[in-house]
């Protein structure tokens, strides 16, 4: 089945329960309801695991942090093996635009991560975006996992 996203299609889990559709996130290892966003999230996490050599095991899913005493939850987030955040992603789901709005939301979770890499994506676009020395640059895909450790 074709995605409609940039990224690889794969063998998506898909189930219905009721009037919810849910797909099985292999990360978290637990069913998920499927929404445009969610469709996004599986797609890129599964294109950074085969092909860019991320480690399942250190992938963090929609977890929850405090950002200026408001909770907040990031999409996803790469860690090193010292457990040190690398990698930031928000997702949107394909109808929303990445726009500075955007951006800035990232760049908000970021006071709290620290993470150099930061990866907007809606599934049809997808911008990358490295923070080193307080500086945004800007690359054009994401680098593999083992040139951002």
């Not at 969610?38 to 399942?56: A, C, G, L, M």
């Not at 899913?61 to 930031?88: C, H, S, W």
């Not at 620290?114 to 599934?123: A, D, S, W």
Request: proline share 5%; glycine share 4%; aromatic share 10%.
């Amino acid at each position: 089945m074709d995605s409609g996203l940039k990224y690889p299609t794969f063998n998506v889990k898909i189930k219905h329960e009721g009037k919810k559709a849910l797909v099985f996130d292999e990360v978290r290892k637990k069913w998920i309801v499927l929404t445009p966003e969610e469709w996004v999230r599986q797609h890129f996490i599964n294109y950074i695991i085969t092909s860019k050599d991320f480690p399942t095991s250190l992938l963090s899913i929609e977890k929850e942090i405090e950002l200026n005493g408001t909770r907040r939850r990031y999409d996803a987030v790469v860690f090193n093996n010292n457990m040190q955040p690398v990698l930031l992603v928000e997702c949107k789901s394909p109808d929303v635009a990445l726009t500075e709005q955007t951006a800035e939301q990232a760049l908000r979770y970021n006071l709290v991560m620290g993470v150099r890499y930061l990866v907007l994506t809606n599934g049809l676009q997808e911008i990358v975006i490295d923070t080193f020395g307080n500086k945004l640059k800007y690359l054009p895909e994401i680098p593999m996992y083992k040139e951002l450790v």
